[in-house]
């Protein structure tokens, strides 16, 4: 499973949601979320100015990233920036492998 940084910035409305019923539910919906695609929140948290709440999850793939990422957004309440997390040994692997690019320009 791909694990991926999940980015919340409340709106408004959000704010008054978490406001409202605490940040235990919106833990537990993040949970509930992930859980329905096929993977597991691993750690959330909440922070002073921005982002307002951030969450890693494993997922089993981009699509169901995308899929949450599309739910998430398409709240109106929040507005989520998602962001891939390689391990060391995975950039690693990334370093070895050719890429044949050209630079603009050159």
Known sequence: MAKY????FYTQEGARGIARKGGMERK?????????LGGKL???YFAFGEPDALAIVDLPDGVSAAALSLAVNSSGTI???TS???TAEEMDEAAKKVVGYIPPGA
Do not use: I, W
């Open 5 to 8: 940084l999940l980015q919340g």
């Open 28 to 36: 537990t919906a993040v949970a509930k979320a992930a859980k329905s």
């Open 42 to 44: 691993e750690t959330f």
């Open 79 to 81: 507005h989520c920036r």
């Open 84 to 86: 891939v997390l390689l």
